[in-house]
């Protein structure tokens, strides 16, 4: 039963998806400045528009599909997908509005893009350092808590 949903879902996020030529020069952009993308990602069944795999970042396209006409702010399903995303990548999701995209040129977008990522790279970057190194930041032991009085669940995904 999950998989008869699921693939309609899908379906109903691709009839939603901004046109080949929006993700033509999104992918062009990528490749330029080094950062290779896969268009039109499955993650965990929702679509992501161009997937950043070296990072593990989603570019999400905001088009008149997933905007509201008049107030021009994002539907119900468009901020479903941007939560589920930013709890899945921490916070590594990049929004191309496609009136803006459009209006940028060649260097523009990838200057754009390219902040964004090299952020996020460096930041990898640092941490594997760390890790070889063996130098991670000092911390002193926690301190003892006191018990708790009741019984806490984590919730789930939290």
Known sequence: YLQYCR???WNLQLSAA????????LSDTLMTIDRPGVG??????FL?????PGIRAA?????????????????????LRHRH???????RV?????????????????????ERLDRWSEEDESKEQEVVVGEG??????ASQPALSATVERIPDE
């Open 94 to 114: 990049i929004h191309v509005w496609d009136q803006e995209w459009n209006e940028m040129d060649a260097e523009q977008r990838g200057t754009f893009l390219r």
């Open 40 to 45: 039109r990602y499955d993650f965990d069944g």
């Open 18 to 25: 901004p046109g080949d030529d929006l993700m033509i020069t």
């Open 137 to 142: 930041p000092s911390e002193s032991p926690p």
């Open 7 to 9: 693939s309609h879902f």
């Open 48 to 52: 992501v528009d161009m997937w950043v």
């Open 59 to 79: 570019i999400l396209v905001s088009c008149r599909a997933n905007m509201h006409a008049r107030s021009q702010t994002p539907t119900g399903d468009a901020i």
């Open 85 to 91: 995303m930013v709890r899945g990548t921490k916070g």
